[in-house]
C-alpha cells in the first residue's frame, strides 16, 4: 500500500446481527453484490467479518469460517488487485481465510488468541495491532480508566506491534481511536508499521436503534469522515481505517 495515499477499507457484515446494518449482508448473495458495489465505488480493501464484535448470539469458528471463507475466496478470483481484509480474533479461522485469500487480518481484539500473530507470519499476511481497553472478546467496555491514556494507549499498540514482529509479521497496522484523539508517533523498529484512524460514528446519534433485520443500513449518519481524513494526512499517517461515507457507500467504512 502506497504510504502517501489514504485508504477506504469497506465492510461487509457476514452477520445476521450487525448493529449497524442489521444483516443486509449475511446472505451470501447481498454480501456479493455489495463487494463489487464498494470496490467500483472506490474502497481498496474490503474487510469480511463474520461475528458481531458486541454481545449476542454464540458463533464458533467453524460457523464463523463458512461465513468469511468461501465470501474471501470469491472476491479474491474476482478481484484480484484489491486487499482482503479477515475480522477475527481467532487463528483458525484467520488461518483459513488467508489460505483463501486474505491479505489482513484484522484483530480487533487485541491479541485475544496469542496464535494471530504466527498465523500471519506464516501466511505473509499483515496484521492489525489494537487498542481495546482490556475488554474481554464480544463485551462492551464499563467504565475504562486512564492515568495517561495517550502514553498508556500508545504503549500497548507498540508492545503488540513488536510481538507481531518478533513472531515474524512482516507488515504491522496499529489502530487509533480518533474518539480519544490518540495519535501514534514512531513505528516500532521492527516490522514496517502503518497508523489507522478509526472514526466512530452510527450508533452515538441514535442511528440503527430501533432497527429490523433486512433494513439496511440507516439514511443518517454524523458526518466527519472527510474531514478527519484531511487532518490525518495533514499528520502524515500512512495506511488508515476510515469512516468515511462516499456517494452510493453509505457504509463504506472501517475502524
Given at each position: 500500500v502506497a504510504a502517501e495515499l489514504a485508504r477506504v477499507m469497506a465492510i461487509i457484515n457476514r452477520t445476521p446481527d450487525s448493529f449497524y446494518d442489521k444483516g443486509a449482508t449475511f446472505h451470501l448473495e447481498k454480501a456479493l453484490e455489495r463487494a463489487d458495489a464498494v470496490i467500483a465505488d472506490g474502497a481498496s480493501i474490503v474487510?469480511?467479518?463474520?461475528?458481531?464484535?458486541?454481545?449476542?448470539?454464540?458463533?464458533?469458528?467453524?460457523t464463523e469460517a463458512a461465513?468469511?471463507?468461501?465470501?474471501?475466496a470469491w472476491i479474491r478470483d474476482r478481484h484480484p488487485d484489491v486487499l482482503i481484509s479477515v475480522d477475527t480474533w481467532r487463528s483458525e479461522v484467520a488461518d483459513q481465510a488467508c489460505a483463501a485469500g486474505a491479505d489482513l487480518i484484522n484483530d480487533t481484539w487485541a491479541g485475544a488468541d496469542p496464535g494471530l500473530v504466527s498465523v500471519a507470519a506464516a501466511r505473509g499476511a499483515g496484521i492489525v495491532c489494537s487498542h481495546t481497553g482490556g475488554a474481554t472478546v464480544r463485551t462492551r467496555p464499563h467504565r475504562v480508566g486512564y492515568a495517561d491514556i495517550v502514553g498508556e494507549v500508545v504503549a500497548e499498540l507498540g508492545a503488540a506491534a513488536e510481538r507481531a514482529a518478533e513472531a515474524g509479521v512482516a507488515h504491522l497496522v496499529r489502530t487509533v481511536d480518533a474518539d480519544l484523539a490518540v495519535e501514534v508517533d514512531e513505528p516500532v523498529e521492527a516490522g514496517d508499521v502503518d497508523a489507522a484512524v478509526g472514526l466512530e460514528g452510527g450508533r452515538r446519534d441514535g442511528a440503527g436503534r430501533g432497527r429490523e433485520p433486512g433494513d439496511g443500513p440507516p439514511a443518517r449518519r454524523r458526518p466527519g469522515g472527510a474531514p478527519a481524513l484531511r487532518h490525518r494526512d495533514a499528520q502524515g499517517c500512512?495506511?488508515?481505517?476510515?469512516e468515511l461515507f462516499l456517494p452510493g457507500v453509505p457504509d463504506t467504512v472501517s475502524y
Open positions: 474487510d469480511v467479518g463474520g461475528v458481531k464484535a458486541g454481545p449476542g448470539r454464540e458463533v464458533d469458528a467453524a461465513r468469511v471463507v468461501g465470501m474471501i500512512g495506511q488508515r481505517a476510515l
